[in-house]
């Protein structure tokens, strides 16, 4: 073996210690520990260079016999399968900082073969913005105060004193984790690695006397910074704001994002869909048969808008109005949806004629009635007011009511023929 590759006369079994029929899990332990033990970090300096060799030979073993099909090749070729010059598929080359990260939390940024640093990244966070249906029509610009996390900036994230000289954690050895078993149900644990809480995942110890007066160690500090949120115009339920980097800052760790996810809050007059908008156009009798010419709602910007309906056109109940380019904004030029008006006839209260003259001369105005429907016997009925549609056939057994026989279509593909 040369350095610290595994070459063709390395067993890479034997070099982990472990038999030729160890399972994954077995091959991941057997790592790990020697991972441990052979950590440059862990080592005198003048051992430091046989340890980094050691360190790549075990790891370059690792990430053969761990991989399904790379442990085939080796089996059935031996080194031979990774080499370039004979044909092989290349040499085992590792991301020594994906398998550390994954493992153990650690970062091997500036170890030959390790490969660029790469910092970690801490969590972002999410939460959600409610906004009117104004702000979202005009833009919106929020200005606020943030309580973070920062690196405390006297000690620079190191948690001690200036000129302090650290000491490895005793509990975590260095690493920044440990395992900690969580109850997820009774009698049900599941093991973790979580950061040390010892040493607060930096893997170095402070004595009180030597930590740092400012985070007492603990390498953050709150502290409340101004941030400005924008929301464009025409943005829509469920979109993310994101503020790059803004949130918590832990030590070793690149900031994550502050994400906000925009909730529309309901509107009085006004219901959207895309970029169109719908409101409904509460008219008189008067003017759904004689026509009109007025403000009939103010728009979200406070513009009234204004309809001129010209007489001898009717508007029924449910007719809907579209106006062009008076929906919600689009985002990029100067485009807009549209606005539907849905019509809803407003008929006059009972007994608004005062006197039959006034009812005879309205029924002259209005069209006739239709030819009356002729029948050999005729009765008179009594007839009740306010009558609910949606109670027609209830508690008759009759599968048709409530849209039984839709459902049953729904669940089963069809309609059911019954057996002979």
């Known amino acids: 073996m040369d350095g610290g590759s595994a070459g063709e006369d390395v067993d890479l079994y034997a070099l982990l210690g472990v038999d030729k029929s160890a399972s994954p899990n077995d091959i991941k332990k057997a790592y790990r520990k020697l991972a441990l033990i052979?950590?440059?970090d862990k080592v005198?300096?003048?051992?430091?260079?046989?340890?980094?060799?050691?360190?790549?030979?075990?790891?370059?073993?690792?990430?053969?016999?761990?991989?399904?099909?790379?442990?085939?090749?080796y089996d059935t070729h031996g080194m031979a399968?990774?080499?370039p010059s004979r044909g092989g598929p290349g040499g085992a080359e590792v991301d020594l900082n994906d398998i550390l990260s994954q493992m153990f939390g650690m970062?091997?940024?500036?170890?030959?073969?390790?490969g660029p640093r790469r910092p970690r990244r801490s969590p972002d966070e999410e939460q959600p913005y409610k906004v009117t249906l104004e702000e979202l029509y005009k833009g919106k610009t929020v200005k606020f105060a943030a309580q973070k996390q920062v690196i405390c900036g006297q000690c620079q994230g190191s948690g001690a004193k200036e000129k302090v000289k650290p000491n490895q954690c005793d509990r975590c050895r260095g690493i920044g984790r440990q395992e900690a078993f969580r109850q997820i149900g009774p009698g049900l644990v599941r093991?973790?690695?979580?950061?040390?809480?010892?040493?607060?995942?930096?893997?170095?110890?402070?004595?009180?006397?030597?930590?740092?007066?400012?985070?007492?160690?603990?390498?953050?500090?709150?502290?409340?910074?101004?941030?400005?949120?924008?929301?464009?115009?025409?943005?829509?339920?469920g979109e993310r704001i994101v503020l790059e980097g803004e949130a918590d800052q832990l030590p070793d760790m690149t900031p994550g994002d502050l994400i906000f996810h925009l909730v529309e809050e309901p509107h009085e007059r006004f219901t959207r869909i895309g970029h169109d908008l719908s409101a409904d156009l509460h008219v008189t009798l008067a003017e759904a048969l004689c026509g009109f010419s007025r403000v009939v709602l103010k728009h979200l910007d406070g513009r009234g808008i204004h309809i001129d309906r010209p007489r001898g056109k009717i508007l029924r109940p449910g007719d809907v109005l579209k106006v062009p380019g008076e929906g919600m904004p689009l985002k990029?030029?100067?485009?807009?949806?549209?606005?539907?008006?849905?019509?809803?006839?407003?008929?006059?209260?009972?007994?608004?004629?005062?006197?039959?003259?006034?009812?005879?001369?309205?029924?002259?105005?209005?069209?006739?009635?239709?030819?009356?429907?002729?029948?050999d016997e005729v009765d008179e009925v009594q007839?009740?007011?306010?009558?609910?549609?949606?109670?027609?056939?209830?508690?008759q057994g009759d599968p048709r009511y409530g849209g039984e026989w839709e459902d049953e279509d729904d669940d089963e593909g069809g309609p059911q023929c019954a057996t002979q």
């Open 383 to 395: 007839y009740e007011e306010n009558g609910d549609i949606e109670q027609m056939g209830a508690h």
């Open 191 to 237: 093991k973790e690695v979580i950061p040390c809480d010892h040493c607060q995942g930096s893997g170095m110890y402070y004595k009180e006397k030597d930590r740092c007066k400012k985070c007492k160690g603990k390498r953050t500090v709150r502290e409340t910074k101004a941030l400005e949120l924008y929301i464009p115009r025409g943005s829509m339920q």
């Open 107 to 114: 970062n091997m940024g500036g170890m030959p073969g390790g």
């Open 332 to 375: 990029r030029g100067e485009m807009k949806g549209d606005l539907y008006l849905i019509v809803k006839v407003d008929f006059p209260e009972d007994g608004w004629l005062s006197n039959d003259s006034e009812y005879e001369a309205l029924q002259k105005l209005l069209p006739p009635p239709a030819e009356p429907i002729k029948a």
């Open 81 to 83: 399968a990774f080499d």
């Open 38 to 40: 052979h950590h440059p």
């Open 44 to 73: 005198p300096e003048e051992q430091r260079p046989e340890a980094e060799a050691k360190f790549k030979a075990i790891t370059q073993a690792y990430e053969i016999l761990r991989d399904e099909e790379k442990r085939h090749l």
